[in-house]
Structures are given as structure tokens and as C-alpha cells.
């Protein structure tokens, strides 16, 4: 009974050490599967968000990029406005003062043109005054001298010129002159005063 006893004992024995041993490898497998399964599960989070934090960095680095190209041309295009504005500013300014000195030229010869104009003017004034008088004394000469020998001087001048004389004279002065003209002189003389009586306007 006791022999019999033993064996059945140690056979329980073995039976709980081989179950312990089994159910402590279950237990390790499953903690490493776990372990597996966790570290899986962690790498393949860390790696999207790797991804994702790439992708994140990427995008601003490339917009960045096409951002900075375009700031580029872009500053490029105006550093170009500027300078040819600059140029264009220095052209206006290399104009204004070619104009400005042109203007003060062109004033100056004005001022010239003026003064010379005014005593131009002064010049003739005397010379009409000169002319006038010596007219005036022409005439005052040709009335005092006897109506046959002014016939004779006016019968050789031109007829404008005498007619000139004689439209200055008092009536019987230039009618005793008349008188002693040739008949087609006369005519001319007394022709081309008509005409010049006849555009004075009428009031």
C-alpha cells in the first residue's frame, strides 16, 4: 500500500511541475507576443508620425522654397522698377535743367528782342517825326514858290509822289499848281487823289 502510494504521488508530482512549466512558458509566450505585439504597435505609430512629421516639415520647406523663388523674382522685379525709375528720374531731372536753362535763354533773348523792339520802335518814331517835318517843310517850301515854277518841278515827279505833296497843301495853293499841269499829268495826279479820298471810311 505504502509502494503503491508513492509512485501515484511522485506521478502528481511530475504532473503539477510539467503543468507549472507549462503554464509559466503560455505565460512567457504570451508576455512576448504582448511584447511584440506593443513594440509592433509603437514602431508603427513612431513611424507615422515620423511620416507625418516629415511631411509636415516637408510641405513648409517646399512652399518655403517656391515662396523664397518667388520672393526672389519678385524683389528681383522691383529692384529693377527701382533702378529704372532712378534712371528715368535722373533723365527728367538732366531734362528740367536743360529746359530750365533753355527757359532762362529764351527769356533773356526776349528781354533782348524787347529792348530792341522798343527802341526800334523810338528809332521809327524819330524817323516818322524826321520824315513828317521834312515833309511839312517840303510842302510849306513848294506852296511858297510860284505856281508855275512848282508846275514845272511836280510835272517831273511821279504822280503818287507829287499827288502826295499836293494833298498836303491848302486848296488854292495845290489848285494854282493844277492849273499850270499838263492836262493828262492833271488827270493822274488828280486820278490818284480821288482814289485816296475815296477809302477813307465814312463816318
Known amino acids: 500500500m505504502k509502494f503503491f502510494r508513492k509512485p501515484q504521488i511522485r506521478r502528481r508530482a511530475?504532473?503539477?511541475s510539467i503543468l507549472?512549466?507549462?503554464s509559466l512558458l503560455c505565460t512567457s509566450a504570451l508576455l512576448r507576443i504582448a511584447a511584440g505585439v506593443d513594440i509592433a504597435v509603437a514602431a508603427n505609430s513612431s513611424a507615422e508620425k515620423d511620416r507625418a512629421?516629415?511631411?509636415?516639415a516637408s510641405k513648409p520647406l517646399a512652399n518655403g522654397g517656391k515662396d523664397r523663388a518667388e520672393m526672389g523674382r519678385l524683389l528681383s522685379a522691383l529692384q529693377e522698377r527701382e533702378s529704372r525709375l532712378k534712371d528715368r528720374e535722373q533723365q527728367i531731372e538732366a531734362r528740367a535743367k536743360a529746359l530750365s536753362v533753355a527757359g532762362e535763354e529764351?527769356?533773356?533773348?526776349?528781354k533782348t528782342l524787347e529792348a530792341a523792339e522798343a527802341k526800334l520802335r523810338d528809332t521809327l518814331a524819330l524817323a516818322s517825326g524826321a520824315a513828317e517835318d521834312d515833309l511839312a517843310?517840303?510842302?510849306t517850301v513848294y506852296e511858297s514858290m510860284k505856281p508855275k515854277d512848282a508846275a514845272a518841278l511836280f510835272q517831273t515827279m511821279e504822280p503818287d509822289f507829287a499827288a502826295g505833296f499836293l494833298g498836303r497843301m491848302r486848296p488854292e495853293s495845290a489848285?494854282?499848281?493844277m492849273a499850270g499841269l499838263p492836262p493828262d499829268v492833271a488827270y493822274s495826279i488828280s486820278a490818284i487823289l480821288a482814289g485816296r479820298n475815296a477809302n477813307v471810311p465814312k463816318s
Do not use: N
Not at 512629421?53 to 509636415?56: G, L, M, N, P
Not at 529764351?106 to 526776349?110: A, G
Open 106 to 110: 529764351i527769356e533773356q533773348r526776349l
Open 20 to 22: 507549472l512549466i507549462a
Open 137 to 139: 517843310k517840303l510842302t
Open 175 to 177: 489848285a494854282s499848281i
Open 53 to 56: 512629421v516629415q511631411a509636415e
Open 14 to 16: 511530475r504532473r503539477g
